[in-house]
């Protein structure tokens, strides 16, 4: 529908809970995971993908992982 509509592309951004919905439901192509060096304390937990990212880069102390849907199916 979104194509359709000439949208290529939106952004997700929320909790876990809204991302888990997301993710459960399959309403996803890309993933893209920011991972820093620094601890905030407690809090709540990200969602996991249980696959291997299908490319990964370093940025300083930072770390982008990418994700793609179609190995996420592959791994279930």
């Not at 309403?27 to 601890?39: I, P, Y």
């Amino acid at each position: 529908m979104l194509y359709s509509l000439e949208i290529q592309s939106v952004v997700i951004e929320g909790g876990a809970q809204t991302l888990d919905f997301f993710i459960n439901q399959g309403f996803w192509d890309e993933a893209l995971v920011f991972t820093g060096d620094r601890k905030f304390g407690n809090g709540v937990k990200s969602p996991i993908l249980n696959i291997i990212p299908s490319r990964t880069k370093n940025y300083g102390n930072s770390k982008l992982e990418i994700y793609y849907k179609n190995e996420y199916i592959k791994e279930i």
